[in-house]
């Protein structure tokens, strides 16, 4: 819908150098498929995404506020206090998206059927196969692992074994699990595969991992 008459647009710009490397590699490795795909997606002429909030959490909308209010009423280091304003926002957004969010212009009936895959392997992963999302989106199995292929650059099993690892690693990092919980919790059968996984993504072993962050 048009804008009213009492309703007020914000637009944030956001440049390369606000994107702290530390800050994405932790959301990176601590979010799912979907951040993995949006944060790298890039917007053509002709399909421009948004995520849209209907009802914006509280702590979305607080923190758009302060940072109006930094930039028009700017007092001391209100500069550094925005550039820090900008994580918490990108932060609070990836933290309340939910895959229905996603609006695309022209949206097309495949990029639909892209958005309810990510959502289903995101939910799933641990026991998911290639013929059980072909049978809940009513398609050839054939059709759904080319479609992932040719709008991801990954196949099924690949993006399937890279959510597996994602939320191993948050398991690793926030709880006392043992890591062959972890393994079958996750969905891998052979650890072997998990770990050899695990290292390529994150170039240390799972112990490693946990005790950087007991430390």
Do not use: C
């Not at 590699?25 to 498929?33: H, I, P, T, Y």
């Amino acid at each position: 819908e048009a804008l009213g008459a009492d309703d007020i647009m914000i637009n944030v710009l956001f440049q390369n150098k606000n994107f702290n490397l530390e800050w994405l590699e932790k959301m990176k490795s601590s979010r799912n498929l979907l951040f993995d795909f949006i944060i790298n997606s890039q917007p053509t002429p002709r399909h421009q995404k948004f995520i849209h909030f209907k009802d914006a959490p509280s702590s979305i909308r607080d923190v758009l506020e302060n940072i109006v209010s930094e930039y028009f009423f700017p007092k001391d280091f209100s500069d550094v206090i925005i550039q820090n304003y900008l994580m918490v926002l990108l932060t609070e957004i990836i933290r309340n998206y939910q895959p229905t969010m996603i609006s695309e212009k022209n949206t097309s009936k495949k990029a639909k059927t892209l958005g309810k895959i990510f959502k289903y392997i995101s939910e799933d992963y641990a026991t998911l196969t290639l013929t059980d999302l072909a049978n809940r989106l009513n398609y050839n199995k054939n059709y759904i692992s080319n479609l992932i292929k040719s709008e991801t650059g990954h196949t099924f099993i690949e993006l399937l074994s890279k959510q597996k690892i994602m939320r191993g690693h948050i398991l690793i990092t926030t709880t006392n699990m043992p890591i062959t919980e972890i393994v079958r919790k996750v969905g891998f059968k052979n650890g072997n595969s998990f770990y050899k996984i695990y290292k390529n993504a994150y170039h240390e072993l799972p112990l490693e991992t946990r005790k950087k962050a007991e430390q």
